[in-house]
């Protein structure tokens, strides 16, 4: 089935390429949820494909007041009106003339332009100019089947809320439904996308986030765990920490293309032993992003220098990244999508998130956060990246907790770093309690950062320094 | 009127009646009269005299157009016709898909061979 590719950010994705031609698609939406900016954005990407549109304006915004708003948009364009882009006050004529000459003049726009897309905007506000609820309907099917022999694209923009969705007459004609709605989150307001309907191709399911920039509208696909069994290519090499006893604990290293959990409590080196392993991947040639929502770049480029690795040189290079986003403006969401984004384009093979604990306490709803972190676990298994995911354990001084949430299951190897008390003295131990499909070394080992970088030190003897 | 003509015409009504009954299969009648009256809009741009093509929820005919030849004689029928039949099959194509398109071709045989489905904007 032909398309029509919408050129908006990820949402052909959705759609599996696209909204089907000659469709009629009701986008529903409270007033501000960013209906009017979806369909012109549609319009005016397909306007440069060489699609013609007819806008027919009802008696909501006037057409002065929408252009005059459209302007600041990307995607906008004063070459493309009046030749592309045609607006026309249907609303005009349901007032002047009646609602039984709208058809008629709807007929004589489609002869004189021959557009591929007519939108009605808004199409809720009409219902009212009707006599009854029969008579509006016999309009709508009328309407449907006039645009439908004219090889039309349609959409009917309406503030319609979601409740009615199910209940009026236009949604039973419906191909498409797009729902437009926001949301306020901990910190956030957010707009949310989601397909109700949608003839003739599959789409993505659930809510799609969505925001309203200058470029236009850009959607970032919910990220989901996929139920299908993941498969995927088992590679059999091993990636190291470049610190010789920790690797020989590991068997040489991790496995290849496997997802690492490094927990520990605050100040305990999470940090320092993910990017320990970033830079050995770059002296060996590997791209690698470190991804922080703890510590801002600068902060980690000094702690790098102050232990006498090469991270600058690494930086130049374009073998390391560090990019900081501060966990105040996180917004999971739309990040996850961005890392798999960052990942595929740079052709990452050494990937750290510090720490996901950030993106914990960034989501109002938990079950979301597990979601999102299984989803993006599969993916970046599937393209085989060696990840790392630091998590703050809250307790120190802890027995080997690992994690607040159960994310163990999507996690193939758990370094654990904690705090013993020996002595009146606070050391560090490191144990590693699992490496999926290979061998480790059970021991726990002290260790300590100095300014000549990571040392794991002899074996913790002591069972009374497990308190 | 010649003979000639008017066995044309009888000819082409008998395929019109054979195309709205099969595409009225798919469209139902409500869509296939609108897909009638765009196609005579879109030939009556070249030959007015389609205007007369007579349909409703009954049918087709093409009694006025006769009666109108009379007055006409010199009226490229063949061609009036195998446009409107060529512009109809390629609409319903293009709405259809091909397959069921090409169910409905098959059914008006040598007339509309060669038809090219191409829609308005190719």
Known sequence: ?467 | MSEFKKERIEHYETLLKEIWTASAKYLGMVSVNLLIERVVWEVSLEYKEIELLQYDQNGISCARIAAGLEENPDLPVQDMFKKFITRYVAILAKLLGHERAEEIKNKLKEEVAGVSFSCREE
């Open chain 1, 1 to 467: 089935m032909d398309k029509l590719i919408t050129g908006i950010k990820n949402f052909d994705y959705i759609l599996g390429g696209g909204i089907p031609v000659y469709s009629l698609n009701i986008v529903s939406g409270a007033p501000g949820s960013g209906k009017t900016i979806f369909v012109q954005n549609i319009i005016f990407n397909s306007a440069r494909s060489g699609l013609k549109s007819l806008y027919l304006t009802t008696i909501s915004e006037s057409q002065f007041k929408m252009v005059r708003h459209l302007q600041g948009f990307e995607f906008f364009s004063d070459d493309l009106l009046g030749d592309k882009v045609i607006y026309g006050d249907l609303g005009f004529v349901l007032r002047k003339q009646g609602t039984d000459k709208a058809l008629e003049y709807l007929t004589e726009m489609i002869k004189k332009h021959l557009p591929n897309i007519v939108v009605i905007d808004s199409f809720k506000a009409i219902r009212d100019l009707f006599p009854d609820e029969k008579t509006f309907k016999a309009f709508v099917f009328d309407l449907a089947a006039v645009l439908s022999i004219w090889e039309i694209t349609v959409f009917l923009v309406g503030e319609y809320e979601e409740q009615e969705l199910t209940l009026l007459s236009e949604f039973a004609i419906a191909d498409g439904i797009f729902h437009l709605y926001g949301q306020e989150e901990k910190r956030f307001q957010k707009r949310f996308i989601r397909i109700r309907k949608m003839r003739g191709t599959s789409f993505e399911q659930g809510e799609h986030l969505f925001q309203i920039s200058p470029v236009g509208i850009e959607v970032y696909p919910r990220m989901r765990p996929e139920g299908k069994e993941l498969r995927y290519e088992v590679k059999q090499g091993r990636k190291g920490f470049g610190i010789p006893d920790l690797d020989e604990m590991l068997s040489d290293g991790l496995s290849e293309g496997t997802i690492t959990l490094i927990s520990g409590g605050t100040g305990a080196g999470k940090t320092i032993f993910a990017l320990k392993f970033l830079l050995e991947g770059a002296e060996k040639g590997e791209k690698g992003i470190f991804l922080s929502f703890e510590e801002p770049a600068a902060q980690i480029l000094n702690t790098a220098r102050h232990l006498g690795w090469e991270i600058d040189r690494h930086l130049a290079e374009g073998r390391l990244d560090i990019k900081f986003i501060s966990p105040v403006e996180l917004d999971v969401d739309k990040h996850a999508f961005e890392i798999l984004d960052m990942i595929r384009e740079k052709k990452v093979e050494r990937f750290v998130i510090d720490s996901i604990s950030s993106f914990e306490n960034s989501v109002s709803d938990l079950q979301k956060y597990k979601d999102y972190l299984w989803a993006l676990g599969q993916q970046l298994r599937r393209r085989q990246i060696n990840t790392i995911f630091t998590a703050v354990n809250d307790d120190p001084f802890s027995s080997l907790i690992v994690s607040k949430t159960q994310i163990s299951l999507i996690i193939d190897n758990i370094i654990i770093l904690r705090y013993v008390e020996d002595n009146s003295h606070i050391k560090k131990v490191l144990g590693i309690m699992k490496t999926r499909g290979s061998y480790h070394n059970k021991d726990l080992r002290e260790y300590e950062i100095t300014p000549n970088g990571i040392s794991i030190l002899g074996k913790l003897d002591r069972a009374d320094m497990l308190r």
